[in-house]
């Protein structure tokens, strides 16, 4: 693969009130270290990737940079800025702190077990057509519903996936996005990949990411995550 210059932001601004603790959840551990540290660590290390930035709350700032930043050594961390109000408010100013990147791996640090197979597929993907999400094919049967709670419409499942990230593009075309979009209503954007599609209709590319490359979101995605560490050596903490 030509070589690229990569960018990773890393969003670690949300609050996770779901998770019923004072401690935010990107924060808190798993065997030791924290949910944020893990993905880091694979940023850190991937060859992909030639820069980090971190984006998490104003009231944190000092803390990522002393306690997870400095103590382990991101060197690759550039940048440790505070988030927005809103998850694409963080997003935008991570893409304003870029330098110089041709594509960008937008990730929420709630998710830790991203590998670096996943950050290649993703990349590859992107390159294809300038955007590439990864997920999965759904295990489940899904239901969409009508606004008084009925079933509307089932869809083949074949055809469901469950999105995760990083999600990838190329910078100018997320960048110019963005910027497009904040000039609208953005109250139903759920995730980057609708911005492009609204903004430029640009088709975007599935690739698997993993199962386990699960979001802690919930005290119960604690105990999933820690065996998965158990299980996988490479997941595990040096």
Known sequence: MEKRKCTAIVLAAGRGKRMQSKIQKQFLEIQGYPVLYYSLRCFQESSLIGEIILVTGEDTVSYCKEEIVDKFSFTK????????????????????????????????????????????????????????????PSKDTVKLSDDK????????????????????????????????????????????????????????????GSYQNIKITTPEDLTVAESFIRSNRLLSAP
Not at 149 to 165: D, K, L, N
Not at 168 to 176: D, E, H, K, V
Not at 187 to 203: K, L, N, P
């Open 77 to 136: 961390v550039t940048g440790i800025i505070p988030g927005g109000k809103e998850r694409y408010d963080s997003v935008y100013a991570g893409l304003l702190a870029c330098e110089d990147c041709d594509y960008v791996f937008i990730h929420d640090g709630a998710r830790p077990f991203i590998t670096d197979d996943i950050l290649k597929r993703g990349l590859e993907g992107a390159i294809e057509t300038g955007a590439c999400v990864v997920g999965m």
């Open 149 to 208: 709670g009925y079933v509307r419409e089932t869809p083949e499942r074949s055809c469901v996936w469950t999105i995760q990230t990083p999600q990838i593009f190329r910078y100018s075309l997320i960048r110019n996005a963005h910027d497009s979009i904040r000039l609208k209503d953005m109250s139903m954007i759920t995730d980057d990949a609708m911005v492009v599609e609204q903004e430029t209709g640009t088709r975007i590319r599935l690739v698997e």
